[in-house]
């Protein structure tokens, strides 16, 4: 991708640059779509639904103007405490946000979780919106006709409907250029190079829940938490070593994540570790510890040091 100096894009005096979120209803591709327009993985994707936990920033440079894209989690109604908090975290994210991309799938009719997030729009009126048919590539060409009369007719306000296919690369530099159009005037918001603005930890736990959310039962995946203990740089090899924690709630499930003599720990391991040393660029040494944190998702203590 053409990334000019900082510099070079704040003379341009059309630059212009600003924040988006894309909401939807779990695994319509949201993750998938803010990786594919970064350029990197900066959020995690799972084909269990409602992986995504962090507002997590992605920014996208062009040389017209710059995306920071907002990764909320799904919007949903709670249930636990975690649910509670990461609702917050949404409603916080949408009262700044510049514009809101509803994400839509094409392969899927539009249903009442779709129309309780439209409504739930009408309460950000400062913020733009856009309809963004996803997985284009998985649906035929008339259902995604379809698909596109169907969103047009779900709100009046939308500035744009953009289909597009994260997965096959399909229409994600109109999306980029459209969305710009829609952001104020403005000088670059983060120097030129930028993916995220989250921490080398925090990549790095969320590559490892990645990894252990493969394979896992459904109940399963809401159940898991990580955390960094230690990141050390090794002086005399080229080596980083990674002390990290996957937390359960209860025994019965820490059994499911180590697997017999080990085996799911050691593969959740391996792929974690390959995913980390793409991130660093260096080789990884990878320890994981399984612990159980009893009810974390409930617990105002435990969901607090375990970092929401
Ligand atoms: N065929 C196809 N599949 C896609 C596309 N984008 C995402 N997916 C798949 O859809 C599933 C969910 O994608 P995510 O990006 O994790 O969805 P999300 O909306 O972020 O999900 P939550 O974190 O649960 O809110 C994954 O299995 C993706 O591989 C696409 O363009 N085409």
Redesign the pocket.
């Known amino acids: 991708m053409d990334t000019p100096s900082g510099s070079e894009f704040d003379q341009a005096p059309d630059f212009r640059a600003g924040f988006v979120s894309f909401v939807?209803r779990?695994?319509?591709?949201?993750?998938?779509?803010t990786n594919a327009l970064v350029g990197e993985k900066v959020?995690i994707?799972?084909?269990?639904?409602?992986?995504?936990r962090r507002a997590i920033r992605g920014v996208v440079h062009q040389k017209t103007g710059q995306l920071v894209l907002v990764?909320t989690?799904?919007m949903h109604r709670p249930r636990t405490l975690l649910g509670e908090r990461l609702n917050s975290i949404v409603q916080t994210t949408l009262g700044d946000v510049d514009v809101v991309g509803l994400?839509l799938p094409a392969n899927e009719k539009i249903g009442p979780g779709d129309r309780f997030i439209s409504e739930q729009l009408d309460s950000f009126p400062r913020a733009k919106k856009v309809a963004i048919v996803?997985?284009i590539?998985?649906a035929s060409r008339p259902a995604v006709a379809e698909q596109l009369l169907a969103i047009s007719e779900l709100r009046d306000d939308w500035e744009a409907i953009i289909p597009?296919?994260?997965?096959?690369r399909i229409q994600l530099d109109t999306l980029t250029t459209q969305l710009i159009k829609l952001m104020p005037l403005s000088s670059a918001l983060y120097p030129a190079g930028t993916v995220t603005d989250e921490g080398l930890e925090s990549r790095i736990s969320e590559l490892i829940r990645e990894a252990t959310l493969e394979g896992v039962m459904d109940e399963l995946p809401h159940s898991i938490a990580v955390t960094v203990d230690d990141i050390v740089e090794r002086d005399d090899k080229d080596l980083v070593e990674i002390y990290a924690n996957v937390f359960v709630e209860r025994d019965s499930q820490k059994g499911i994540i180590i697997g017999h003599q080990g085996e799911r720990l050691q593969d959740v391991g391996a792929r974690a570790r390959h995913e980390i040393e793409k991130l660093v660029g260096k080789q990884v040494y990878l320890s994981l510890r399984v612990k159980v944190a009893k009810d974390w998702q409930r617990n105002a203590k435990q969901l607090g040091r375990l970092g929401f």
Do not use: F, R, Y
Not at 26 to 33: D, E, F, I, R, Y
């Open positions: 939807g779990p695994n319509v591709g949201k993750s998938t779509l959020a994707t799972s084909s269990k639904p409602q992986t995504t990764d989690p799904g994400c996803t997985k590539d998985a597009i296919s994260s997965t096959s």
